[in-house]
């Protein structure tokens, strides 16, 4: 008898995939695909129905339906689909023409002696062949290369961007730094760091040595206006809208645009200062995610899409200057961060998808919500959590949710503030507890690839020479 319940097991791995396969079959046959909303000729028509979240889908409805709802409430759609694509490099593909350049309107704004001068901003994206460029220049020293340029001088009015392609490490320092017009394919060239010292000991140049324009320290970060910025970023929610009809590199390109482009024009705006911290750490988290969509995967481009159309919505008329759920989620992680963690291993080991093979797989699974006011009625009464059950004896709190929701919760406690309340954001939006952590401490690692280094166990971003990208 006791044999009974590992044979079912063993039953339920052998037909799994196949039944993973039949569900996936009429899950495309119901819903047409995440990435179904637009016709594949003529213009792009509206889905008749509004989309709705599922705890572990990222949509139901395609990518377009959520442009629709965020992006354009305040816009036609032909502003965001017809948007006429900027001129292409040289030798560049028609695939390219969105992202494959920095199609700036070189138009700048007149610099009095009372006023910093703003950082350009100016941005590509770091393309393969330049990566090897990259990594022939200061050949044999270490350095870590970046996803994306971004020029760091202050704005000017020449046409010639620098931004840094590799750091390199000590004791050779310097970085190699790419250098380009608009129009044309950058090149990359090995600078030493800039000696310029400021007043205070923070007050170091970043920049190169003999670098156009004054040193960083004496820069105010917010970047120059640019029009053309949020066609571009509108171009790439596009591209990333019709997933189904790209290769792998454009979305990639999409993506790109996307997300560093809409973390760029709020720093242009000046929003980015006042935003919370749960909220910068959700852009940062959409920035590290850019490579993620090459896998063509419908859903986890749909979530990317879903996500990047949030952030463009701040800047609009109507927006109040947060991304949605914030302040519930930190409401929330206030009060799990109050319970014991034995409790905390119950709440976050629930926060998972159901087991498909699982006896009691319809169950729903408990929401965030419900989830912590039930655990603070028993823990409020000085109750023990109960034992856990094997896997077949519940459909929840089994023994391996245990083990899995306290280790998400040591992990949980290692993030920076801003960055626990948004993994709570994205478990109460029906992500998986682990998935959420694991996410967020992966991205910040990817971060340093575009200049950022975090600090841990903390709330505020440590020093670096390019923090300010």
């Given at each position: 008898m006791t044999a009974a319940p590992d044979l079912l097991y063993l039953a339920f791995l052998l037909i799994r995939p196949a039944l993973l396969t039949w569900l996936r079959l009429l899950e495309l046959k119901r819903y047409g695909g995440?990435?179904?909303?637009?016709?594949?000729?003529?213009?792009?028509?509206?889905?008749?129905?509004?989309?709705?979240?599922?705890?572990?889908?990222?949509?139901?409805?395609?990518?377009?339906?959520?442009?629709?709802?965020?992006?354009?409430?305040?816009?036609?759609?032909?502003?965001?689909?017809?948007?006429?694509?900027?001129?292409?490099?040289?030798?560049?593909?028609?695939?390219?023409?969105?992202?494959?350049?920095?199609?700036?309107?070189?138009?700048e704004r007149s610099v009095s002696a009372l006023t910093r001068p703003r950082t350009c901003g100016a941005?590509?994206?770091?393309?393969?062949?330049?990566?090897?460029?990259?990594?022939?220049?200061?050949?044999?020293?270490?350095?870590?290369?970046?996803?994306?340029?971004f020029c760091e001088v202050a704005e000017h009015d020449d046409d010639r961007h620098w931004g840094?392609?590799?750091?390199?490490?000590?004791?050779?320092?310097?970085?190699?730094?790419?250098?380009?017009?608009?129009?044309?394919?950058?090149?990359?060239?090995?600078?030493?760091?800039?000696?310029?010292?400021?007043?205070?000991?923070?007050?170091?140049?970043?920049?190169?040595?003999?670098?156009?324009?004054?040193?960083?320290?004496?820069?105010?970060?917010a970047l120059r206006p640019d029009p053309s910025r949020v066609e571009r970023i509108d171009a790439a929610l596009a591209i990333l809208a019709t997933c189904d009809r790209h290769d792998a590199h454009t979305l990639q390109a999409a993506a790109h645009d996307a997300a560093l482009l809409a973390w760029d024009e709020l720093r242009a705006r000046r929003l980015w200062v006042s935003m919370p911290d749960c909220d910068q750490a959700a852009v940062h988290r959409l920035v590290s995610r850019t490579g993620s969509v090459r896998t063509r995967d419908p859903y986890a481009v749909a979530e990317f899409a879903r996500e990047a159309a949030e952030v463009t919505f701040l800047w609009q008329p109507s927006a109040t200057g947060r991304l949605p759920r914030g302040e519930s989620a930190t409401s929330q992680l206030k009060i799990l961060e109050g319970l014991p963690q034995e409790w905390q291993a119950v709440v976050l080991g629930g926060q998972r998808l159901p087991k498909s093979w699982s006896p009691h797989a319809s169950t729903p699974r408990p929401p965030l919500a419900e989830a912590l006011d039930d655990v603070c009625q028993q823990a409020g009464g000085g109750q023990e959590p109960p034992p856990?059950?094997?896997?077949?004896?519940?459909?929840?709190?089994?023994?391996?949710?245990?083990?899995?929701?306290?280790?998400?919760?040591?992990?949980?406690?290692?993030?920076?503030?801003?960055?626990?309340?948004?993994?709570?954001?994205?478990?109460?939006?029906?992500?998986?507890?682990?998935?959420?952590?694991?996410?967020?401490?992966?991205?910040?690692?990817?971060?340093?690839?575009?200049?950022?280094?975090?600090?841990?166990?903390?709330?505020?971003?440590?020093?670096?020479?390019?923090?300010?990208?």
């Open positions: 995440p990435c179904a909303g637009f016709h594949h000729a003529g213009s792009p028509r509206l889905p008749s129905t509004g989309f709705q979240r599922t705890p572990g889908r990222p949509m139901e409805c395609g990518v377009s339906q959520l442009l629709v709802e965020l992006r354009l409430k305040d816009r036609p759609l032909g502003a965001l689909a017809g948007c006429p694509a900027p001129p292409a490099l040289p030798g560049s593909s028609p695939l390219d023409d969105f992202t494959s350049g920095p199609h700036f309107d070189r138009k941005r590509i994206l770091l393309a393969k062949d330049l990566m090897v460029h990259a990594y022939a220049e200061g050949r044999g020293v270490g350095g870590m290369i970046r996803g994306s340029l840094i392609a590799r750091v390199l490490v000590e004791p050779h320092g310097g970085a190699v730094w790419a250098t380009w017009l608009d129009g044309e394919a950058p090149r990359c060239l090995t600078r030493k760091d800039c000696l310029q010292t400021g007043a205070g000991p923070q007050d170091a140049c970043a920049l190169f040595a003999g670098h156009p324009g004054v040193c960083s320290y004496l820069l105010d970060h856990a059950l094997d896997s077949w004896a519940a459909a929840w709190d089994h023994k391996e949710d245990r083990v899995r929701g306290a280790r998400a919760a040591a992990r949980l406690a290692k993030l920076p503030y801003g960055w626990r309340v948004d993994v709570i954001r994205r478990i109460d939006s029906g992500a998986e507890a682990s998935a959420a952590v694991s996410d967020a401490m992966m991205a910040i690692n990817i971060l340093r690839t575009f200049g950022l280094r975090l600090a841990w166990n903390s709330g505020h971003q440590a020093f670096s020479r390019s923090n300010s990208l």
